[in-house]
C-alpha cells in the first residue's frame, strides 16, 4: 500500500506537470508570449483562498477542537515555534516546514502545494525565455537528478542534511517529466494539424 501512496504522488506531479507545460505552450502557440504575471495571477487566485484557510484552520481551530486532538500532537506541539512555522507556510515552503519540524497534522498535505508552487515559479519563466522547450525539461531533470546524488559525497551535517530533506520534498523531476509529455503530445497534435 504504501509503493501504491508514493505512485499516486508521483503520477499526481507528473499529470500536474504536463498540465502545466502543455497550457505554456498552448499559450505561446496562441499569443507568441507567455504573460508570466497572468500565470502567476491564474496560479494564486487558484491557489491562495483555500491554501491560506488551510493554514489558518490547522493553526487556530482544529488544535482547540476536541473531536481533532490527534494522540500526541496537542496544541503545543503545534504552536512550537509558531512563528517560523508560520513564516514557512505563508511563503509556500510547507515542504521545508515538513523537513524542519516533522510531521504537522491537519497541514502536512500542504508540502505537495508548496513543491506545485515552486515548480511554478521557476518553469514559466524559463518556457517563456528559452526556446528549446526539450532542453528545459531535461535540464531540470539532470539538474535534480545531479543535486539528488551529490547527497551522497557531501559531509554531514545538519545544514546538508536539511537541505537533502528539503529538495527530496520537491519532485520537481516528475513534473519535468510531465513536461516532456506535454511537448510530445503538443508536437504531434501540431503535425496533425
Known amino acids: 500500500i504504501v509503493i501504491i501512496g508514493k505512485l499516486g504522488v508521483v503520477i499526481f506531479f507528473v499529470l500536474s506537470g504536463f498540465l502545466i507545460s502543455y497550457l505554456l505552450l498552448k499559450e505561446q502557440e496562441i499569443t507568441k508570449t507567455i504573460h508570466i504575471k497572468k500565470f502567476y495571477m491564474r496560479r494564486i487566485l487558484r491557489i491562495c483562498p483555500l491554501y491560506f484557510l488551510i493554514i489558518f484552520v490547522s493553526f487556530f481551530i482544529l488544535p482547540f477542537m476536541e473531536v481533532f486532538k490527534i494522540n500526541g500532537f496537542d496544541k503545543s506541539v503545534i504552536w512550537h515555534d509558531l512563528y517560523s512555522k508560520l513564516l514557512l507556510y505563508t511563503l509556500f515552503l510547507p515542504n521545508l516546514a515538513a523537513s524542519v519540524y516533522g510531521f504537522m497534522p491537519y497541514i502536512h498535505q500542504t508540502w505537495s502545494i508548496g513543491a506545485e508552487e515552486q515548480f511554478y515559479l521557476l518553469y514559466p519563466?524559463?518556457?517563456?525565455?528559452?526556446?528549446n522547450k526539450w532542453a528545459i525539461a531535461f535540464g531540470v531533470i539532470s539538474i535534480y537528478l545531479v543535486v539528488?546524488?551529490?547527497?551522497?559525497?557531501?559531509?554531514?551535517?545538519?545544514?546538508?542534511?536539511l537541505f537533502k530533506l528539503f529538495w527530496l520534498s520537491t519532485p520537481i523531476d516528475c513534473m519535468a517529466i510531465g513536461g516532456i509529455f506535454a511537448l510530445i503530445i503538443y508536437e504531434q497534435t501540431a503535425f496533425v494539424i
Open 148 to 161: 539528488k546524488f551529490s547527497f551522497h559525497f557531501l559531509p554531514e551535517n545538519k545544514y546538508i542534511a
Open 125 to 131: 519563466v524559463l518556457n517563456k525565455y528559452i526556446k
